[in-house]
């Protein structure tokens, strides 16, 4: 096995090189500029969303809201990393439990405390499918702002995109092109969405105007124009293409998006300079206020592939499962990014780059990985791709019966028990007994019961037989061994009686919130917890026993 923690340090530095590049191509005003611009955006928006939040509107020691956009007032909040976890609880409620961030009381954070919580935003996101693009906690609490606003965007992208699936908007099925199934629309990325969207409300009101992105072709404000018709005709109209003077026709524009409560997000400079974010920002918000899609003209078209089957398979929603598996691969920084696991994984260049992580680049055969996109034979190159991956797998000792590289590239659902054995193996992986090898599970559990049967006042109280263990349902052996790898953390206080089931979800949620407070990267949910996955359970005690493990607290020893 190659040593993954090398691996993944040369991912980041790749990562970070490519944040340079955004720094040294650009020209430096256009730079502070775009900076200014995002400032501005973001602090309008947090304002608006956060400002009912009790806590946000006190004064103890650091005033949060409102925030001056004239100033780097924004910058300065973001420090502490409260003000990002409000905002990750507002775009994916609950992915944090507030009990657990550190909250100045009688003094102001320490830096130490500052970089909890920015860990814990930082793993946060990962759980909930947000990028962090290698953005590190240091970064944050130090007000470094390139990676304030790149972690600013990625959450307030995440919650913008919420919706944009077919169980909030059914009508979503509209934007399927000829000879595309529901499964093409599940794997595209929100931006081509809203792309698609865009696209289709111009061609109700413009014969020849479409989008293929939110920069140049939105720059003179016609695209906006006919959106805005389209989508609210009974408040808006063309008059602004009347309008010559470019700055005049933008804040007209402006002025029927104010009066449609839709104004977030852009300035006419936005507009005309193309700044691609706030752009984006602005039209996600325009569809999530007025989507829009029950155009009945259209109906007739999408009849030949919008069959009861097809609706029923457009409205199933990704399982909890899906989504952990998903999120993990993303956190990878592999790329692309995955949007639909079936879909998303056919050609088996995702599914190799993971295996390069587990097994190390040596043990590859570089001749028989295709890279897409390809040019002809996209079929073929896919399959042989994907039957290297069963090969793989087989080489690391996977329970592949039955299955193959067809598999793969049909989109079957048995991949999820190829992925489950490469999430399990990449997790182990990152600890390695005194020979070399990964751990197993057993090891695991006796780590965890020694560490719990030593601490003087749990006295083993939690210690559990394996992952199977009903106790594990309540959360208190996952709190014990958080407190013990890092003793006071977690506040007993807090905890509340495993006598309902909603209780339990709370206690689970709070574990898990702490689990990534003390750094643990965990996908799991609190259903995960309360319900016994043993999976998941496993793949979270291995975390925590990574971060608990020090040079003299080898696995051999413990």
Known sequence: MADLESLKETLHTSSQDEKQVYVDDAQMDSKTEFIEQEKVAFAAWINNRLRDDRYLNKKIFTKYLPIDPDTDHLFDVLKD???????????????VDERALNYPRTRPLNYFMMLENQNLVLNSCLAIGCP?????????????????????????????????????NPGLRHLLQENEGPAKLLALTAEDILIRWVNFQLKRVCDNRRIRGFNKEIQDGTVYTYLLTAVAPQQTDLLPLQQHDLEERMELILEYAERLEVRDFISARDIMKGNIKLNMAFVANLF?????????????????????????????????????????????????????????????????????????????????????PFKTAHLMKSVENCNYCVEL????????????????????????????????CYTLSLMKSRT???LGEEEIVDWCNKKISADKVKKG??????????SLKNSQALLDIIDVIQPGSIGYDLVLPNNTEENMMDNARYALTMARKIGAIVFALPEDIVEGNHKMLCLVFARLMKVGLTESDSPAQC
């Not at 087989?394 to 048995?414: M, R």
């Not at 999820?416 to 999430?423: A, C, G, I, R």
Request: glycine share 8%.
């Open 461 to 470: 109280r939690s210690c559990f037989k394996n992952f199977r263990d009903p």
């Open 436 to 438: 070399g090898k990964p």
């Open 393 to 424: 797998g087989q080489k690391l000792g996977f329970k592949l019966i039955g299955f193959g590289g067809n598999d793969i590239c049909s989109g079957n659902k048995l991949v999820l028990s190829l992925l489950w054995q490469m999430m399990r």
């Open 132 to 168: 962090t693009q290698n953005v590190r906690a240091e970064e944050l609490a130090d007000g470094v702002k390139q990676s304030q606003l790149i972690m600013l965007w990625q959450i307030i992208r995440t919650g913008l995109v919420s919706e944009l699936n077919l169980r909030h």
């Open 288 to 372: 999530n206020n007025y989507p829009s899609l029950d155009w009945e003209e259209q109906e007739d078209q999408y009849d030949d592939f919008t069959t009861d089957a097809d609706v029923i398979e457009l409205e199933v929603e990704e399982t909890r499962e899906e989504k952990s598996f998903r999120h993990w691969l993303n956190s990878l920084n592999l790329g692309p990014v995955v949007s639909y696991l079936f879909e998303d994984l056919k050609n088996g260049y995702i599914i190799l780059q993971v295996f390069q992580l587990l097994l190390g680049e040596d043990e590859i055969d570089q001749d028989r990985v295709n890279s897409p």
């Open 81 to 95: 990393g409260i003000m990002f976890s409000k905002l990750i609880n507002d775009s994916a409620p609950g992915s």
